[in-house]
């Protein structure tokens, strides 16, 4: 998602259907609470910062 990949993309990459990968998404975007895929790639770059941040303490 973050290298600015659409469903189809990612299906073929993982061998898998587009429809298959849109499902996924949209439940990957539920339990993050988020509704689109550029709130989703902020909200992973968020955890990604905070957890080198407490890494480095």
Do not use: P, W
């Amino acid at each position: 998602m973050k290298q600015g990949k659409n469903t189809v993309e990612i299906a073929s990459d993982l061998c898998k259907g587009q429809y298959t990968v849109r499902n996924q998404i949209k439940s990957l975007f539920s339990k993050l609470k988020v509704h689109s895929m550029q709130e989703a790639i902020k909200f992973v770059c968020y955890l990604e910062c905070h957890i080198q941040r407490e890494n480095k303490t």
